[in-house]
Each structure stands twice: as C-alpha cells, then as structure tokens.
C-alpha cells in the first residue's frame, strides 16, 4: 500500500500537467456532447414544424375535399344554377380530349354541355359507297348515313364504244379504273372523279392481265405533290423476284422492277389481304403476305419484307382481309369466318393484335378500298363484298340471288353479329365481280342531296330508272 502511494507521488511530481490534461479532454467531451444534443434539438425542432405544416395542409386538403364534395352533391341534386356549369374554356379543354363515345355521353348532360361537344367534336370526312353496274357504263352513291341513294349517272360519254371499265383503287376522292373493250384487245388504267367527272388516261399497260395485279395510288392526279401509283402482280408474289410496276405524274411510261423474294414459294409465302394500302403517315405502300409484311418506297424504290406473326389462317377460296389505316396505326379486317380486326403494334416484333372495339370509330371495307373514320358511325364494320353477302338470308319478300348478293352489309362489333336489318337500298343489278362497288369519300362540301335522289319508296325498285 505504501508502495501504491509512493508511485503516485512520484508520477504527480513527475507530471504535474496530467491533471488538466486529462480535465481539458473531459471540458471538451462534455461541449461536445452539448453540441450533439443540441443539434438534435434543432432537428427535432425543424422536423415538428415540418409534420404539422403537413397537418395543416391535410386539414387544409381535406376541408377542400369536402366542399367539393358537397358542391357536386348540389350540383347533382338541383342541375341548375352557376355551380352546375365548368368555366367554359375549361369545359372546351375537357370536351376536346374525350373520344367520339364518350364526347356524345357528355353531351347529354344539358345544354350547355351538349353545344361544346358538339363544337369540338371531331368528325372525319363521310364514306360513301359508289356503286357501278358496268353493263350500262352507270355509277351512284348510297349515303348509309342518310340513307338515301342516288340515281345513275352514265360514263357512256367517258367510255369508247363497247368497252366497259372495272374499279381497281379509290383514294382521295379520285378513282383507279380499267377500261375494257369488248375484244379485249386493249386494256387502259384511268384516273377517274366521280363527282366532277373528270378523266386523266394513264400511259398503256404491257399486260392485258391487269385483273391479276393490285393497284394503289398516293393521292389526287390533280395535287401539286407527285401522285404514285403503285402495282404488284400478285402470281409474282410466291416467285423468286417480285414484279413491280410504278407511274409519276407527268411520266409517259411505266417504269417495271424485279426484286428477290427471299421467302419464295416453298415458304409458303402468299397474298393474305385483298388490297394495298397507302400510309399518308410515311408515305409507303402495304401489303400483307402472311407471314411478312410487304413494304415499297417509292422515293428509294426498295421493296422490303418485315417479318409479322401471322394470324390463324383463313379458311375461304378467296381471301377475305384487308388492311387500312388510321391516325398512322395499321389495322386489318379479317372476314374469313366472323369478321375481326388486328392492330399492328410495331413496338412488340410486329404482332397483329386483336382489337375488341374500335374506339368508335368504323371501316368501311371493299376491294377497292378499306377505310376507317371516326364520327358518322361507332364500332361498325361496313361491308361491300359478294362472298360476306353470301352467308345472309334472302330477305323474305325477295328470296332471289339478286337481291342477296347486292347490299351493303353492317357488322357491329358491339354485339358480334350481323345486323338483321341492314340499312340502305338493294341494288337490283347482279355484279360481275367483287370491284363493282367502292367506298369513296367525297369532297368536305359536297352532300348526297345535290345528286338526283332516288324516292324512299324506290327502295324495291330498279335502280336504273
């Protein structure tokens, strides 16, 4: 013990500083200590101030919510008074970006509602089905919106001497037509228009089996912007090169290309749809080939093949699909059993995806041409074409073949099915073939009511009066 203090003395004498040494460190610990704690304080300080500003505004959220509430309650109770009606720029916004379905919806709700989505409702321009009975060298309209059809007009004075003409394309108003003769010793492609029966003659095909290609076109002959027009002989398809033949305004020939077809005929590679088809979006022609889509630029004259998955194949003799677009989506109509419609998703390896409705819009679909438009109709598919008349019943009061086979045909793809009473007229004349008739689109200022209109009793009646 003695020791233990002695070795004290000697190390307090031998280090007097150690004492405040050591008592420095301790000052030290303790302010930092202090200032820790004093800093959480500050933290939980900030923090406290931080939730119960959020408290307010919750409370603030919530009080908000329930005058909403409330005020909505009263709108919908009493339907009157200014509470019940949006600022109308606001009301223009909202309207503006509904689609046609739910913009008539809306449209129910009162007046004033009702004028601003009928203001910024979007309605793309009416088809109309222009019907041609080549026996006579006659053509009409029938308006299936309203309902009204059209008394012939001839062609004789557009037509030589026995010949007759065969519609192979209809775009921008405008339509690809074939003169024939009786001989068939010549066989002509001309523009024709309708509605101002103007005729632009097209440089002479080599061929005479112009009723094997398909034909396409990319806008009016009468637009400043070049006009293509676009074939493709379709027993060429399944060979080793493909034949293709294109035409610019102004040319004075066709110009015919052959390009290798890396899927020749023992892949099984065939013409799947009916028709071809012009994108306005990026300026290419379409054609579906089952398991490949056919793609021509007519500025770099390339014809490419982009792999699809194919859809089920079809069961007909005849295929029975066709492809349009809308808004640069591509759509195809298959009718090969109960009519469905695909979307093409680029995005997922080009797979041809099933559509249930069509978000209101409607297609028209016939040989010469497969349109969609939004705002005359909602979710229809509107047919011209012999073999989908076939699977109809003979109307009751004319059981004949004529009558079957000559009518306008609606599919709703609402409730699936055809409907039992289609609207419009027979056309009492028996087709020759599948291109007697085409859906057209006629100029934005033009109605069906500034053509001869057959009598609404004229609907049993002959057509060419």
């Not at 440089?203 to 990319?218: G, I, K, M, R």
């Not at 979307?343 to 349109?371: H, P, Y």
Request: glycine share 4%; aromatic share 14%; net charge neutral.
């Amino acid at each position: 013990m003695a020791a233990e203090f002695l070795s004290l003395i000697l190390y307090r004498v031998c280090n007097p500083k150690s004492e405040e040494i050591a008592e420095a460190r301790a000052e030290a610990e303790r302010k930092r200590f202090e200032a820790e704690l004093q800093r959480l304080r500050t933290i939980s300080e900030a923090e406290e101030l931080r939730l119960k500003t959020e408290l307010k505004n919750v409370e603030a959220k919530r009080k908000w919510f329930e005058e909403e509430v409330n005020r909505l309650r009263r709108m919908l109770e009493n339907k009157s008074g200014p509470e019940f009606c949006l600022p109308s720029d606001l009301l223009v916004l909202i309207l503006s970006r509904l689609d046609l379905k739910d913009n008539i919806r809306s449209s129910a709700v009162c007046k004033t509602w009702g004028e601003i989505a009928s203001s910024v409702r979007v309605r793309d321009p009416p088809c109309w089905l222009m019907y041609l009975d080549p026996s006579r060298n006659s053509y009409g309209f029938f308006d299936p919106v309203e309902k009204k059809k059209t008394k012939a007009m001839t062609m004789m004075d557009l037509l030589p001497e026995s010949s007759s003409c065969y519609i192979h394309y209809s775009n921008d108003g405008w339509l690809l037509m074939q003169e024939r003769r009786g001989d068939f010793s010549r066989f002509r492609l001309f523009f024709f228009n309708p509605f101002t029966r103007e005729r632009i003659d097209l440089p002479l095909f080599e061929t005479v089996f112009l009723f094997q290609d398909c034909f396409a076109f990319s806008c009016a002959p009468t637009k400043k912007q070049a006009c293509v027009v676009f074939g493709i002989a379709k027993s060429t398809v399944s060979y080793r090169k493909v034949q293709i033949c294109t035409w610019h305004s102004g040319a004075a020939t066709w110009v015919k290309d052959y390009f290798p077809n890396p899927f020749p005929c023992d892949d099984g590679l065939v013409v799947d749809t009916i028709n071809v088809l012009y994108s306005r979006d990026d300026g290419l022609f379409y054609m579906s080939l089952g398991n490949a889509l056919g793609v021509f630029d007519p500025s770099a004259r390339t014809w490419n093949l982009v792999p699809v998955q194919p859809i089920l194949p079809r069961f007909e003799r005849y295929s029975l699909r066709w492809m349009t677009e809308y808004k640069g989506e591509i759509f195809l109509v298959d009718a090969s059993s109960s009519p469905v419609v695909y979307r093409l998703n680029r995005s997922n390896k080009s797979v041809w995806e099933m559509k249930q409705t069509l978000d209101a819009c409607s297609i028209f679909v016939s040989d010469g041409s497969c349109v969609m438009t939004c705002g005359s109709m909602s979710n229809i598919l509107y047919f011209w074409n012999n073999f989908i008349n076939d699977r109809r019943p003979s109307p009751t009061k004319y059981p004949d073949y004529t009558f079957k086979k000559n009518r306008p045909y609606k599919y709703s793809l609402y409730s699936r099915s055809f409907c039992e009473d289609p609207d419009g007229y027979y056309f009492e004349y028996r087709p020759t073939n599948r291109n007697d008739g085409v859906w057209i689109q006629p100029p934005h200022d033009t109605s069906i009511f500034d053509f001869p209109i057959l009598p609404a009793d004229a609907i049993n009646t002959r057509l060419f009066i």
